[in-house]
């Protein structure tokens, strides 16, 4: 377990796809994070291995990949995951914290939920 900063974002596929929140599309493009090369071997893991990020607002995990991410950086795409380990205290403003959430990472053999499993949709 190697302690992260977590941050999310807009991506392209995820903006392409954001209004089929239950395709396989949209699962793809938003239900992975992306991890520093370093950080990726320190873990022993592989590209598609499942990792798990725990902050203290939730936790989730995801599938891994490696990524043009500054060490100790995790980023994931803007979506049902990661709004699973952001706060959703917004200060006022309107919109919560999307980057600096500090976090865990962990290998895991979890399985990586659906977005219809993850949101609990009937």
């Known amino acids: 377990m190697i302690e992260v900063e977590v ?3 807009r991506t392209i ?5 954001v209004e089929e ?3 396989e599309e949209y699962f793809r493009a938003v239900s992975y994070c992306e991890i520093n090369d ?3 071997k320190r873990l022993g893991l592989r590209d598609g291995d499942r990792v798990k990020i725990k902050t203290e607002f939730g936790e989730v995990v995801l599938f891994a990949r490696t990524g043009d991410v500054p ?3 995790v980023f994931i795409p803007m979506g049902p995951y990661a709004n699973q380990v952001i706060s959703n205290n917004t200060d006022g403003t309107g919109m919560p ?3 600096g959430v500090k976090g865990f990472l962990e290998k895991t053999e979890e399985n ?3 977005v219809r499993e993850l949101l ?3």
């Open 7 to 9: 941050i999310t974002g």
């Open 13 to 17: 596929d995820q903006g392409k796809t």
């Open 21 to 23: 929140k239950f395709s």
């Open 38 to 40: 370093e950080d990726f």
């Open 71 to 73: 060490k100790g950086v």
């Open 97 to 99: 914290r999307f980057k």
């Open 112 to 114: 990586v939920k659906s």
């Open 120 to 122: 609990e949709v009937g």
